[in-house]
């Protein structure tokens, strides 16, 4: 399995209360991705990086914000958290930014705002 | 972006061929056709892709018709342990990496 490890992988936490998840890879990939999954929504796009300090915005973007200053690490934060970001968050990396190149995810960070 | 159809869920039994086909009726010429797997619980896995044509590999097939409007993933011989969701993506670019709902497969004995 490709190096991508998410931390925390469970949070609780209240609304209003900032939260940041880590995504760390060991595969010195480019591009790095998060993603929300909710039921019956597949998987949104929040924001991606292609490249250290080098982010964009994805489809569902409001209320998050995200950092790179390491290849390794691609940080997202909720500056305040609300009830609708409750979801599972996937990272994902990938060599390039091609459509014929894999991506690989990790195994998702499950958060709960109450 | 080419948006993509389909089926929202299918039942199969152990030891049945299995197609799911997805429409893609937009497909631009530098897109590509690739589908992901995903079990309860984990992230997505790569499982297939291609351009044209047919392509195989150890875990399933893919079949592209000329006009590349559609595709259709098929799974030889499934097992309970294919019981998952399986999406169809497309596009020219993994920035535009869009997953829709998925089909979800469920596996009987």
């Known amino acids: 399995d490709a190096g991508i490890t998410q931390s925390p992988r469970h949070k609780v936490t209240e609304t209003g209360t900032p939260v940041t998840l880590r995504c760390h890879q060991t595969?010195?990939?480019?591009?790095m991705y998060w993603y929300r999954q909710d039921p019956g929504h597949g998987l949104r796009l929040i924001h991606y990086?292609?490249?250290?300090?080098?982010?964009d915005k994805g489809e569902v973007s409001d209320g998050y914000s995200v950092s790179r200053s390491k290849t390794e690490d691609f940080l997202l934060t909720l500056e305040s958290a609300t009830s609708s970001q409750t979801s599972v968050y996937f990272c994902?990396?990938?060599?390039?930014?091609?459509?014929?190149?894999?991506?690989?995810f990790g195994q998702g960070t499950r958060l709960t705002v109450v | 972006l080419a948006k993509t159809t389909q089926p929202i869920s299918m039942d199969s039994y152990e030891g049945q061929e299995v197609n799911i086909t997805c429409s893609h009726n937009?497909?631009?010429?530098?897109?590509?056709i690739t589908w992901y797997q995903q079990f309860p619980s984990q992230g997505p896995r790569f499982i297939i892709q291609?351009?044209?044509t047919k392509v195989t590999n150890e875990v399933a097939s893919l079949f592209i018709p000329a006009d590349r409007k559609s595709s259709t993933l098929s799974l030889p011989r499934v097992s309970l342990s294919d019981t998952a969701v399986y999406y169809c993506?497309?596009?020219?670019?993994?920035?535009?990496?869009?997953f829709g709902s998925g089909t979800q497969l469920t596996v009987l004995p």
């Open positions: 994902a990396i990938s060599e390039s930014s091609q459509m014929n190149t894999e991506a690989f």
């Open positions: 595969e010195n990939h480019r591009y």
């Open positions: 990086s292609y490249g250290v300090k080098d982010t």
């Open positions: 937009n497909i631009a010429t530098n897109d590509y």
């Open positions: 291609g351009y044209k």
């Open positions: 993506l497309v596009g020219g670019s993994a920035r535009q990496l869009t």
